[in-house]
């Protein structure tokens, strides 16, 4: 593709600077609006996940542009979920049985600042903040911005139009107003909202509790998470639902409330957060939802990638994960051999989509899994029988989990695949006596055989 072109990025979150850094590598004329100020010299974090998982496909999109060296020290390991019951009593379930296979938590705002200092360093890209799009006229390649600082409204015209601004894409937005052409959307909210709480660290800036695990207290109808910050704090996320339940987001109106529902259900939380309270009344309740749309192109003109493409609910820690696999896939596609950007936005939609749908479902699934099953006897049984998989048979057997999490070389529809052929294979074995836990094999050549064919039919 001819880079002397003007590629035009509309949202310079995770995805867009990230795709700015990589365009602008590649020599691309690339002008990024972001409608937010610099998150490098504005605090940006209230209400939005300040930390996040970051896993293997993340790596990968980071190492495509060289820069993991300077993310690994942003990054703190999470071996395994620290699971809390109602008692306060804690059980370390590993992600997986094979060793350096764990997520990260690393920083929002860190994270971005990287992506944008390194984008701006190239002389080929140029990121106006305070910028925001206000409509895209994807027929003639021309966006509308506001600009806060004067308060004045322009249009700018590019040959190619990239949006990556979230889930309440503008560019998006304009495709299903437009009526030009065939554009299938939908928008699923969960009944299910979520707030941001603080562990603070301890007065010596020490870790009040276990550093390198995402804890979990999952109570059936709700849960709550934390996940470590390097500066010694957490960062608490309480999953409710808005209206239905004893206790839910619409009800917890006064800070005995709060109290109540607190020690009733996370007491040990309650005891590591003095300032739950103050927290909780001054942080914002946010919606969680999945967007599923198609066409996200429209001829060579525009396209739409990361959250404003497939937007998904966090709970199997993929959204940004996915949103950086974009890149890495979209980047893979601009070395063949594509005569025009609409042969190679399609080529990228017919075969990224199938993956965006495959990780959407299944975090729907881990919502589930989460808040519920995390706890139950089957499924820490299940969990064990997995890592036991994963030793035994470290070349044949990962879990679907770590198929997800941990390969980033196949799709996440071909995990999804794998993932469901090997649990339905792995009760069968149970079910029939040819496994016994713990991890005892009847017919070793045979459970191998089963493990490769269960691969051969899902790739
Ligand atoms: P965004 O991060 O939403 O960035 C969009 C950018 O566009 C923003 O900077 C915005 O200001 C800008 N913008 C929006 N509209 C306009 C406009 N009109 N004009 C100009 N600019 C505009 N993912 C993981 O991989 N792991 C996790 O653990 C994880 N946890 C999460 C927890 C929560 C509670 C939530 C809500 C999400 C989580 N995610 C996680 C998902 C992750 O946050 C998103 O997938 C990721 O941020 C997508 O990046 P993006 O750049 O596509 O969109």
């Not at 030009?180 to 979520?194: R, V």
């Not at 190679?344 to 099953?373: P, Q, V």
């Amino acid at each position: 593709m001819n880079n002397s072109q003007t590629i035009q990025i509309i949202g310079a979150g995770l995805c867009g600077s990230l795709l700015a850094l990589r365009l602008g590598q590649r020599g691309f004329n690339v002008e990024v609006f972001e409608k937010r100020p610099d998150l490098r010299k504005v605090d940006l974090s209230a209400g939005r996940s300040i930390n996040l998982a970051f896993s293997n496909r993340g790596i990968k999109a980071m190492n495509l542009v060289g820069l993991q060296h300077k993310v690994k020290p942003l990054c703190i390991p999470m071996y395994g979920r620290m699971l809390h019951d109602l008692e306060g009593n804690t059980t370390l379930s590993p992600y997986s049985g094979r060793e350096n296979e764990y997520i990260n938590s690393i920083s929002r705002n860190d994270l971005n600042a990287l992506l944008l200092e390194e984008a701006e360093a190239l002389a080929n890209v140029t990121i106006h903040f305070n910028h925001k799009c206000t409509a895209v006229d994807f027929e003639n390649t021309s966006s509308t911005f506001y600009k806060y600082e004067n308060k004045t409204e322009y249009s700018r015209k590019a040959d190619v139009i990239i949006g990556t601004d979230g889930a309440g894409s503008v560019l998006r937005k304009s495709y299903y107003l437009g009526k030009k052409f065939l554009f299938s959307f939908s928008q699923d909210y969960l009944t299910h909202g979520y707030k941001e709480l603080t562990i603070l660290p301890k007065e010596n800036g020490d870790y009040k509790t276990f550093k390198n695990a995402l804890h979990i207290w999952g109570r059936d109808a709700f849960m709550l998470i934390a996940l470590p910050n390097l500066d010694g704090s957490f960062t608490v996320t309480l999953f409710l639902n808005y209206d239905d339940g004893e206790y839910n987001f619409n009800n917890l109106t006064s800070e005995n409330q709060v109290r109540a529902f607190f020690s009733t259900y996370f007491k040990d939380a309650l005891e590591l957060m003095p300032n739950l309270v103050e927290d909780f009344f001054k942080n914002p309740t946010s919606p969680l939802g999945t967007v599923k749309c198609s066409p996200w192109h429209y001829k060579g003109n525009t396209l739409l990638l990361g959250d404003a493409a497939h937007a998904i609910v966090p709970f199997y820690g993929q959204g940004m994960n996915a949103s950086f696999e974009d890149i890495t896939e979209f980047d893979a596609l601009l070395d063949k051999e594509y005569n025009n950007w609409e042969s190679l936005f399609k080529a990228f939609e017919s075969s990224r989509k199938k993956d965006t749908d495959a990780i959407a479902d299944l975090a729907i699934d881990n919502f589930h899994e989460m808040k519920g099953h995390v706890n139950q006897a089957i499924f820490r049984e299940k969990r064990n029988l997995e890592m036991a998989f994963e030793k035994t048979f470290p070349d044949l057997y990962a879990s679907k989990y770590a198929l997800v999490t941990f390969n980033e070389n196949i799709g996440y529809r071909q995990a999804m695949l794998r993932g469901r052929a090997q649990d339905k294979a792995i009760l069968n074995m149970l079910a029939d006596g040819d496994i016994t836990m713990p991890l005892n094999i009847t017919d070793r050549t045979w459970l191998e055989e089963t493990l490769k064919q269960v691969q051969i039919e899902t790739d």
